[in-house]
Protein backbone atom coordinates (compact mmCIF):
# COMPACT_ATOMS: atom_id res chain seq x y z
CA UNK A 1 0.00 0.00 0.00
CA UNK A 2 0.94 3.81 -0.28
CA UNK A 3 3.46 4.75 2.02
CA UNK A 4 4.00 7.65 3.43
CA UNK A 5 7.64 9.14 4.79
CA UNK A 6 7.75 11.83 7.73
CA UNK A 7 10.82 13.23 9.14
CA UNK A 8 12.04 14.50 11.56
CA UNK A 9 9.98 12.50 13.67
CA UNK A 10 10.92 14.37 16.67
CA UNK A 11 12.60 17.73 16.95
CA UNK A 12 13.40 21.03 19.78
CA UNK A 13 14.45 23.78 18.76
CA UNK A 14 14.62 27.36 20.72
CA UNK A 15 12.18 30.19 19.97
CA UNK A 16 12.46 32.02 17.16
CA UNK A 17 14.17 29.68 15.06
CA UNK A 18 12.95 27.90 12.03
CA UNK A 19 11.99 24.11 11.76
CA UNK A 20 11.72 22.27 8.40
CA UNK A 21 8.96 19.14 8.35
CA UNK A 22 9.47 16.88 5.57
CA UNK A 23 6.50 14.21 4.00
CA UNK A 24 7.65 12.06 1.06
CA UNK A 25 5.53 9.86 -0.86
CA UNK A 26 7.89 7.14 -1.41
CA UNK A 27 5.26 4.51 -3.95
CA UNK A 28 3.24 7.09 -5.21
CA UNK A 29 2.70 10.52 -6.84
CA UNK A 30 0.88 13.23 -4.70
CA UNK A 31 -0.39 16.10 -6.44
CA UNK A 32 -2.17 17.00 -2.96
CA UNK A 33 -1.08 16.73 0.55
CA UNK A 34 -2.56 17.76 3.66
CA UNK A 35 -1.05 19.04 6.52
CA UNK A 36 -2.44 18.87 10.13
CA UNK A 37 -1.85 19.88 13.51
CA UNK A 38 -3.34 17.96 16.25
CA UNK A 39 -2.43 18.78 20.35
CA UNK A 40 -2.81 16.30 23.01
CA UNK A 41 -5.75 14.32 22.93
CA UNK A 42 -7.68 15.97 20.65
CA UNK A 43 -8.23 15.65 16.69
CA UNK A 44 -6.65 16.41 13.78
CA UNK A 45 -6.82 19.68 12.68
CA UNK A 46 -6.68 20.70 9.02
CA UNK A 47 -3.71 23.31 8.56
CA UNK A 48 -3.33 23.60 4.78
CA UNK A 49 -3.47 21.76 1.89
CA UNK A 50 -0.32 21.54 -0.26
CA UNK A 51 -0.72 21.42 -4.07
CA UNK A 52 2.04 20.40 -6.50
CA UNK A 53 3.74 23.17 -8.49
CA UNK A 54 1.32 25.69 -7.15
CA UNK A 55 0.08 27.55 -3.79
CA UNK A 56 -0.52 25.95 -1.14
CA UNK A 57 -4.44 26.83 0.46
CA UNK A 58 -4.55 27.33 4.25
CA UNK A 59 -7.64 26.90 6.45
CA UNK A 60 -9.28 30.26 8.30
CA UNK A 61 -6.94 31.10 11.19
CA UNK A 62 -3.52 29.70 9.92
CA UNK A 63 -1.08 32.29 9.13
CA UNK A 64 0.45 31.28 5.51
CA UNK A 65 3.78 33.36 6.77
CA UNK A 66 4.51 31.16 9.66
CA UNK A 67 3.27 27.97 8.39
CA UNK A 68 5.55 28.03 4.96
CA UNK A 69 4.17 24.92 2.33
CA UNK A 70 6.42 23.79 -0.37
CA UNK A 71 5.09 21.05 -2.95
CA UNK A 72 8.03 21.10 -5.06
CA UNK A 73 7.90 17.65 -6.43
CA UNK A 74 5.19 15.15 -6.63
CA UNK A 75 6.73 13.50 -4.31
CA UNK A 76 7.78 15.68 -1.58
CA UNK A 77 5.67 18.38 0.48
CA UNK A 78 7.45 20.66 3.10
CA UNK A 79 5.73 22.74 6.26
CA UNK A 80 8.67 25.22 7.58
CA UNK A 81 7.74 26.87 10.94
CA UNK A 82 9.15 30.12 10.85
CA UNK A 83 10.28 32.23 13.61
CA UNK A 84 8.68 29.36 16.22
CA UNK A 85 7.14 30.07 19.60
CA UNK A 86 6.18 27.64 22.61
CA UNK A 87 3.13 27.81 21.47
CA UNK A 88 3.28 26.27 18.29
CA UNK A 89 4.50 23.03 20.14
CA UNK A 90 2.67 20.57 18.53
CA UNK A 91 2.45 17.14 16.75
CA UNK A 92 2.51 17.70 13.01
CA UNK A 93 1.13 15.28 10.34
CA UNK A 94 0.89 14.70 6.62
CA UNK A 95 -1.40 12.89 4.47
CA UNK A 96 -1.74 12.55 0.84
CA UNK A 97 -2.83 9.19 -1.61
CA UNK A 98 -6.43 8.27 -2.43
CA UNK A 99 -6.64 6.81 0.70
CA UNK A 100 -5.36 9.52 2.77
CA UNK A 101 -2.36 7.81 3.56
CA UNK A 102 -1.06 9.81 7.01
CA UNK A 103 2.81 10.26 7.83
CA UNK A 104 4.26 9.01 11.50
CA UNK A 105 4.11 12.31 12.48
CA UNK A 106 6.51 15.19 14.01
CA UNK A 107 6.68 16.09 17.43
CA UNK A 108 8.05 20.07 17.92
CA UNK A 109 8.95 21.45 21.05
CA UNK A 110 9.68 25.06 21.01
CA UNK A 111 11.94 26.33 24.23
CA UNK B 1 -18.95 22.91 6.41
CA UNK B 2 -19.06 19.22 7.48
CA UNK B 3 -19.50 18.61 10.89
CA UNK B 4 -18.89 15.48 12.59
CA UNK B 5 -19.89 14.30 15.79
CA UNK B 6 -18.44 11.37 17.45
CA UNK B 7 -19.29 9.17 21.15
CA UNK B 8 -18.33 8.11 22.77
CA UNK B 9 -15.14 9.78 23.98
CA UNK B 10 -13.81 7.15 26.12
CA UNK B 11 -14.11 3.48 25.73
CA UNK B 12 -13.18 0.72 28.11
CA UNK B 13 -14.05 -3.13 27.42
CA UNK B 14 -12.71 -6.42 28.23
CA UNK B 15 -10.89 -8.06 26.09
CA UNK B 16 -12.85 -10.52 23.84
CA UNK B 17 -15.91 -8.54 23.82
CA UNK B 18 -17.60 -5.98 21.21
CA UNK B 19 -17.03 -2.35 21.02
CA UNK B 20 -18.74 0.31 18.69
CA UNK B 21 -18.09 3.47 18.19
CA UNK B 22 -20.58 6.37 16.55
CA UNK B 23 -20.52 9.32 14.47
CA UNK B 24 -22.84 11.56 12.96
CA UNK B 25 -22.44 14.01 9.87
CA UNK B 26 -24.07 16.88 9.35
CA UNK B 27 -23.77 17.36 4.95
CA UNK B 28 -25.63 14.95 3.27
CA UNK B 29 -23.66 15.23 0.44
CA UNK B 30 -20.98 13.74 1.91
CA UNK B 31 -20.02 10.40 0.20
CA UNK B 32 -16.58 8.66 1.88
CA UNK B 33 -16.41 7.69 5.44
CA UNK B 34 -13.21 6.48 6.60
CA UNK B 35 -11.88 4.94 10.04
CA UNK B 36 -8.59 5.70 11.56
CA UNK B 37 -6.33 3.91 14.32
CA UNK B 38 -4.14 6.01 16.32
CA UNK B 39 -1.58 4.60 18.47
CA UNK B 40 0.32 6.74 21.06
CA UNK B 41 3.13 9.08 18.75
CA UNK B 42 2.02 7.67 15.76
CA UNK B 43 0.13 8.86 12.82
CA UNK B 44 -3.62 7.38 12.06
CA UNK B 45 -3.96 4.28 9.90
CA UNK B 46 -6.74 3.85 7.97
CA UNK B 47 -8.84 0.69 9.09
CA UNK B 48 -11.71 0.52 7.03
CA UNK B 49 -13.79 2.83 5.27
CA UNK B 50 -16.89 3.04 3.05
CA UNK B 51 -18.94 5.08 0.58
CA UNK B 52 -22.14 6.22 0.33
CA UNK B 53 -23.46 3.71 -2.17
CA UNK B 54 -22.82 0.46 0.76
CA UNK B 55 -24.79 0.23 3.99
CA UNK B 56 -21.63 -2.42 5.44
CA UNK B 57 -18.53 -3.16 5.00
CA UNK B 58 -17.05 -6.22 7.08
CA UNK B 59 -13.21 -6.95 7.11
CA UNK B 60 -12.55 -9.60 9.83
CA UNK B 61 -13.12 -8.60 13.11
CA UNK B 62 -14.38 -4.76 11.58
CA UNK B 63 -16.89 -3.60 10.04
CA UNK B 64 -18.71 -0.30 9.73
CA UNK B 65 -22.40 0.24 9.15
CA UNK B 66 -23.82 3.77 7.09
CA UNK B 67 -27.04 4.81 7.98
CA UNK B 68 -27.57 7.56 5.35
CA UNK B 69 -31.22 8.56 6.16
CA UNK B 70 -29.78 9.30 9.33
CA UNK B 71 -26.41 10.77 8.46
CA UNK B 72 -24.70 8.15 11.20
CA UNK B 73 -22.19 5.58 10.50
CA UNK B 74 -20.61 3.28 13.17
CA UNK B 75 -17.52 1.08 13.83
CA UNK B 76 -17.56 -2.12 15.00
CA UNK B 77 -14.91 -4.54 16.69
CA UNK B 78 -16.13 -7.77 17.81
CA UNK B 79 -13.35 -9.98 20.16
CA UNK B 80 -11.65 -6.91 20.66
CA UNK B 81 -7.82 -7.81 21.63
CA UNK B 82 -5.44 -5.64 23.74
CA UNK B 83 -3.51 -4.51 20.88
CA UNK B 84 -6.93 -3.33 19.44
CA UNK B 85 -6.47 -0.39 22.54
CA UNK B 86 -6.03 3.12 20.71
CA UNK B 87 -7.54 6.73 19.84
CA UNK B 88 -9.86 5.61 16.89
CA UNK B 89 -11.25 8.91 14.36
CA UNK B 90 -14.22 8.47 12.46
CA UNK B 91 -13.85 10.91 9.27
CA UNK B 92 -16.16 12.07 6.92
CA UNK B 93 -15.70 13.88 2.92
CA UNK B 94 -18.19 15.78 0.76
CA UNK B 95 -15.64 15.49 -2.23
CA UNK B 96 -14.07 11.81 -2.60
CA UNK B 97 -13.44 11.14 -6.11
CA UNK B 98 -11.10 8.57 -5.65
CA UNK B 99 -8.31 10.39 -6.41
CA UNK B 100 -6.29 12.26 -3.27
CA UNK B 101 -7.56 15.68 -3.82
CA UNK B 102 -10.46 15.42 -1.32
CA UNK B 103 -11.01 16.89 2.67
CA UNK B 104 -11.75 14.70 5.64
CA UNK B 105 -13.60 16.41 8.27
CA UNK B 106 -12.56 14.16 11.51
CA UNK B 107 -14.39 13.91 14.81
CA UNK B 108 -12.65 14.05 18.06
CA UNK B 109 -11.96 10.86 18.52
CA UNK B 110 -12.41 7.69 21.07
CA UNK B 111 -10.00 6.31 23.13
CA UNK B 112 -10.54 2.53 23.46
CA UNK B 113 -9.17 0.54 26.10
CA UNK B 114 -9.23 -3.30 25.79
CA UNK B 115 -8.77 -4.51 29.32
CA UNK B 116 -7.17 -7.99 29.56
Known amino acids: GAVVSQHPSRVICKSGTSVKIECRSL??????MFWYRQFPKQSLMLMAT?????????EQGVEKDKFLINHASLTLSTLTVTSAHPEDSSFYIC???????FGSGTRLTVV | GENVEQHPSTLSVQEGDSAVIKCTYSDSASNYFPWYKQELGKGPQLIID?????GEKKDQRIAVTLNKTAKHFSLHITETQPEDSAVYFCAASDSYSGAGSYQLTFGKGTKLSVIP
Open chain 1, 95 to 101: SGGTEHT
Open chain 1, 27 to 32: DFQATT
Open chain 2, 50 to 54: IRSNV
Open chain 1, 50 to 58: SNEGSKATY
